[in-house]
């Protein structure tokens, strides 16, 4: 063993797992050296969640940053010569016609984000699976991309160390848990181990199951959480005995009982000669604190494998005997089968990025095998360029607020994450039952007077509309229809479309108490702003207004959206609540980085805003200000911002819309919110939800949605949110974006779909939710740009004042055009849809209000 290093440039916490290998391989094929990996296992491990997984891979998931990270990890495994290409199955039993819904849906995804996944009859699933009993099921899909890491993943993150440690790039040392971090001043120093301290620029935390408690040592906590998973074997099963084989049959998902199995091969490979059961426990899953897994002298078989109890999977094991009668022939392995730990996510994916507290400190924590190599090339790409390719806010560290990184909070929502993982089948807009409640509007108490139906953002109770305006629907009905299909309809309210109609007609007044606040003030504000952003921010004449504006990155490519608030002493920056943490720690790297002096404050909390719109917005709000003809429209210009006197409470009246319809943010303390929201529904005025704002409004307006519609796959002239004249003054990403710019055309644009039939093949008319695929009807194939970026539907909505259902998707240059007929597909079936605008362009928009931009 190499002497043990005092200083490196880099140190890998957990390197023995497939994860930790995975990024030592990618740092060094971006240049990097002198990074040291430790392990408190062997490496490879022999103790981690890599050393007992199951090591099948599925590409096709509703998520694309999933199925990057997995068809990357594939190919790379593949290349290695460690993948059986062996196809995987799931399955719809018979009578299960929800989980035939879900089967088509997902055959949706797998066209949208371009896997192979098909639809195969039961016949077909008997052939290629013979042990199942074809009159159990119904359909399924067959993945032929899908199968095995052969003949283990820790096989290949042994050779991935192995490489990188010949290549002397990276020195290794196993059985060395880090047992404290050193941090000065904000930034990472150093791993204290039992053989010594290593002083490092950048310390990387790949532990899994033990990644909260490295988080721990300053002071930080990872939303995930060990899971039980049962794992069960039966055998002997000599079916592919003289093979060779590590798998002979393709994997089985029968995700409507939350299982799989699949064959172990040839009785003479690593585990053959067996059948291989797993479960999910769907109805009571078994959490495990990383403070309560064993240390390896005091467990049976390893720290990350518990002991299973029949009773966990007796139920699910009859159910599944009855499609897969050979599990109740073959002798079950007892002494085989085992609890295997792997980790549930309390935000729905990885946490992966850079610390919160500590520069230089990155997590990468929850990845399954399926992803390893894919995160693997995001961690590095991370560090070297400051980006990825791919659009990678869903897994940011950076995006938690603090509410949702306490222990409470992490196990709620971690428990119905594990209950999850194969069943229920997830609609896009499902809500959490934990955690909720954290933040709550100074008139919330009013909003459940009012029957609000709550969702939650960031922490917020947002109503999405109101029982108490369900007599709209008397009014408006006609206008309104009813979701006959009960997907369409989950979590959907119809009262929230009679409440954009009204709103439309006349007039109401919103919570946006969601919105994420950050105060910029300093010397050097404005110059970092300057810097942030790519429309001007400097100048007096700026002083009084918004400015709508974005954050590129060096790419040139869209990262955030905001609106700048420019005061006389400082900006404030008005963002969503789900991009406001971290587009907060951002800027505040970005300061220091840049060496600015600046104090960048969330204030989000300290006030809070109403939004009041409508054409007789002005009328209504004239009638409780203290000065009515300061709203006057030459006395009060679009963007402009004002202080104005509702109830004895000065306001910050911004004049802007979201909704397509002229009136007002208005801004105040959060102590001064219920007597402002008072004073206005005195007025008659109705509260509507913020279905309107953000979905159904926003879309008839044309109106972009960060982390949806405005990606880092694309940049703003594409987005079609570039201002005519770029600013003289330097800003991040501007060479790219001129370069841009001077393009003859953009390899795509961002364009406003209508769909002109939304009949099913069944005669009920459909209202998607999701993404799906954009098809060229001539040739049946999904429409992908010159880059290579398919197409898809970023938003959509139905629009009741156009009455159709309306998308927003990247078009590829060759089909933009307006009037051009395409088609979507929507649970595996085809609806035509007809390009409105190609661009920005409202498909309804008031004379009397001027576009946002």
């Known amino acids: 063993m190499a002497e043990f290093p005092s200083r490196a440039k880099v140190v890998i916490i957990g390197l023995g797992g497939i994860v930790g290998a ?51 990890s594939i190919d790379f495994y593949e290349k290695m010569g460690h993948y059986a290409r062996i196809g995987g199955l799931e399955v719809a039993r018979t009578g299960d016609d929800s989980w035939m819904e879900e089967i088509k849906r997902k055959l949706t995804s797998a066209k949208a984000f371009g896997t192979r996944a098909h639809s195969v009859s039961p016949a077909e699933i008997k052939q290629m699976f013979p042990l199942i009993e074809e009159d159990q099921v119904q359909g399924g899909l067959f993945d032929p991309d899908a199968g095995l890491v052969i003949p283990r993943s820790q096989t290949v993150a042994g050779k991935l160390v192995d490489a990188a440690e010949t290549s002397g790039k990276l020195k290794v040392f196993g059985n060395t848990p880090a047992t404290s971090l050193i941090v000065e001043k904000g930034r990472i120093k150093g791993v204290v181990t039992h053989r010594g301290t290593i002083l490092a620029d950048h310390v990387i935390v790949c532990a899994g199951i033990w990644g909260r408690l490295i988080a721990e040592m300053v002071g930080e906590d990872l939303p995930v959480m060990p899971v039980d998973h049962p794992l069960t074997f039966f055998g002997l099963y000599n079916e592919f005995a003289g093979t060779g084989k590590e798998i002979g049959y393709p994997l089985l998902r029968d995700q409507g009982n939350s299982a799989y199995m699949r064959d172990t091969g040839d009785p003479n490979t690593t585990e053959g000669g067996q059948i291989e059961w797993g479960y999910y426990e769907a109805e009571n899953p078994r959490l495990c604190h990383p403070r309560e897994i064993l240390e390896k002298h005091q467990a049976r078989l390893s720290p990350s494998q518990r002991d299973l109890d029949m009773e966990q999977i007796l139920e699910p094991l009859e159910r599944a005997m009855e499609l897969t009668p050979i599990l109740g022939e ?6 085989h089968s085992f609890n295997g730990l792997l980790q549930v996510s309390a935000a729905g994916g990885p946490s992966c990025g850079e610390s919160q507290k500590v520069r230089g400190l990155w997590y990468c924590v929850a990845i399954w095998v399926k992803d390893g190599p894919g995160y693997g090339k995001l961690i590095a790409d991370w560090m070297t360029d400051g980006r990825t390719e791919i659009d990678h806010n869903s897994i940011d560290y950076a995006r938690f607020y603090p509410h949702q990184l306490t222990e409470a909070f992490i196990e709620g929502r971690s428990y119905e994450a594990a209950q999850k993982i194969y069943f229920p089948a997830i609609h896009p807009r499902e809500p959490y039952a934990s955690g909720r409640g954290a933040k709550r509007s100074p008139f919330h108490e009013r909003e459940k007077e009012l029957g609000g139906y709550f969702m939650e953002l960031g922490g917020w109770e947002r109503a999405h509309g109101y029982k108490a305006n369900e007599h709209l629907l008397e009014t408006y009905g006609d206008r309104v229809p009813v979701r006959e299909n009960e997907w369409d309809n ?64 060096d790419e040139g490519m869209v990262r955030a959206d905001f609106t700048v608030i420019r005061m006389a ?74 202080p104005i006197e509702i109830a004895g409470v000065t306001v910050t009246a911004f004049r802007i819309s979201y909704v397509g319809e002229q009136g007002w943010e208005l801004h105040m303390r959060y102590e001064d919110g219920l007597a402002v929201w008072d004073a206005l529904r005195a007025t008659g005025v109705m509260a509507f939800g913020v279905e309107t704002y953000a979905n159904s409004r926003r879309m008839e307006k044309s109106l972009r949605l960060q982390n949806g519609d405005l990606l880092t796959q694309y940049n703003l002239i594409e987005a079609d949110l570039a201002r005519p004249k770029v600013k ?126």
């Open 490 to 553: 989950r979590h959907f309210w119809r009262v929230s479309n009679a409440e954009h109609l009204a709103m439309s007609e006349d007039c109401g007044i919103v919570n946006l108490s969601h919105f994420h606040m950050v105060d910029i003030e300093g010397p050097d504000h404005v110059d970092l702003l300057e810097w942030l952003c790519a429309a001007k921010i400097g100048g007096d004449g700026n002083i009084g207004k918004g400015i709508y504006t974005h954050f590129l990155d």
């Open 569 to 642: 002493d400082r900006c404030r920056l008005i963002n969503g609540a789900d991009a406001g943490p971290r587009d907060f720690h951002y800027m505040k790297r970005v300061a220091e980085d840049r060496g600015l002096d600046v104090v960048i404050t969330d204030v989000s909390e300290r006030f809070t805003t109403i939004g009041i719109w409508g054409p007789n917005a002005r009328e209504t709000l004239k009638k409780v200000v203290a000065d009515p003809a300061a709203l006057d429209a030459d006395a009060f210009a679009f963007a402009a911002i004002k």
């Open 728 to 853: 003289e003054a330097d800003f991040r990403g501007k060479a790219k974006h001129l370069e841009y710019k001077a393009r003859a055309h953009q390899p795509a644009m961002l364009c406003t779909l209508v769909m002109t039939d939304n009949t099913d093949a069944s005669g009920v008319k459909r209202y998607p939710v999701g993404s799906l695929p954009v098809i060229d009807p001539d040739t049946g194939a999904v429409l992908i740009d010159d880059l290579g970026r398919r197409s898809y539907t970023t938003s959509i909505a139905y629009g009741p004042t156009i009455g159709k259902n309306i998308a927003l998707a990247y078009i590829p240059q060759s089909h933009c055009e307006v009037g051009r007929k395409l088609v979507v597909e929507y649970f595996n079936e085809s609806f035509p849809v007809e390009i409105a605008a190609v661009g920005y362009k409202p498909l309804y928009d008031p004379e009397n209000l001027k576009p946002r931009s």
């Open 22 to 72: 995975s990024i030592a391989h990618h740092l060094i094929e971006r240049g990097w050296d002198d990074i040291v990996g430790i392990d408190k296992s062997g490496i490879p491990t022999d103790i981690g969640s890599t050393a007992h997984a199951s090591d099948f891979c599925y590409t096709t998931s509703h998520d694309y940053l999933s199925v990057w990270t997995t068809q990357y």
């Open 330 to 335: 073959l002798g079950y392995n007892e002494g």
